[in-house]
């Protein structure tokens, strides 16, 4: 069993920064063409420079997942140039946090529109080509916060619960396809976010983490690498929780 995603091609959504860029390196690093994308040219041009820094193959595409035109279009351009993607990574994600008494009808549909529907395109796009090939992988990025819960995410928790109510349906319609879907749910992981945070609420966090200390974004990317390499074959469905013991499904 094998680790390795040589002649693979993978899509990771948002690999400009945090974990999506951890993420698309480390895909790329066990052999995968990537196509990582961010949300400008200037985004893109950054995953490009990356990979092309580190040796790696892939190239950086300007993507917004909320355009499902946009998403036709990518999907088109890599079936002519480099392939459809066999791995598809959901990463991208947005917060507009808010009590629900406050919260605006905007922010509900933006992070309904970002983190949920844009999977359902993403997935329902890259699908004919994983069944032609009778292989495929998709991973959705959902959060702690979609398995437990947060005051003040009443959004961002259904749409993080979404994905997987989602990804447990559609493994259901497509396991004996070769393809597998499964979800990845981060607790907290060290992000431009956490550096922010003041020493009180580091101590804070640490006090509710079991394991004391926030995770690295390389502790996700090792969980997503794991699901798309032949190593995780026989798992479908399932939600990977790499939380540092901060909730126990
Ligand atoms: N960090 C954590 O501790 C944590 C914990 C649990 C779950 N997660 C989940 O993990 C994923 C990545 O989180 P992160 O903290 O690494 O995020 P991040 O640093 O804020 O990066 C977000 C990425 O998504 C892209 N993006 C934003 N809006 C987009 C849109 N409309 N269309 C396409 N791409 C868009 C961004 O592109 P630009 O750079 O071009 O803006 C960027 O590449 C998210 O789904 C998040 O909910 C994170």
């Avoid at 909320?66 to 999907?75: Q, S, V």
């Avoid at 959004?155 to 559609?170: E, Q, T």
Wanted: aromatic share 4%; charged share 20%.
């Amino acid at each position: 069993m094998s680790f390795s995603l040589e002649g693979k091609i993978a899509l990771v959504t948002g690999a400009s920064r945090g974990l999506g860029a951890e993420i698309a390196d480390t895909l790329a690093a066990h052999g995968a063409y990537v196509v990582g994308t961010g949300t400008s040219e200037e985004s893109a041009a950054k995953i490009t420079a990356r990979f092309a820094e580190k040796g790696l193959k892939g190239s950086g595409e300007v993507l917004n997942v909320n355009d499902p035109d946009a998403m036709t279009g990518l999907i088109s351009k890599m079936k002519d140039t480099c392939g459809l993607p066999l791995i598809l990574v959901n990463n991208a994600g947005i917060t507009k946090d808010n009590l629900m008494l406050r919260m605006k009808p905007e922010q509900w549909d933006d992070v309904i529109s970002t983190n949920l529907t844009s999977v359902f395109h993403l997935s329902k796009l890259c699908l004919r080509g994983m069944i032609k090939a009778n292989w495929g992988r998709i991973i959705n990025i959902s959060s702690v916060v979609g398995v437990a819960g947060n005051p003040g995410q009443a959004n961002y928790a259904a749409s993080k619960a979404g994905v997987i109510g989602f990804g447990k349906s559609l493994a259901q319609e497509i396991a004996s396809r070769g393809i597998t879907v499964n979800a990845v749910a981060p607790g907290f992981i060290k992000s431009d976010m956490t550096d922010k945070l003041s020493e009180e609420q580091q101590e804070g966090l640490k006090k509710i983490i079991p394991m004391g200390e926030c995770g690295e974004p390389e502790d996700i990317a090792l969980g997503v690498l794991y699901l798309a390499s032949d190593a995780g074959r026989y798992v479908t469905g399932q939600t990977l929780n790499i939380n540092g013991g901060m909730f126990m499904a």
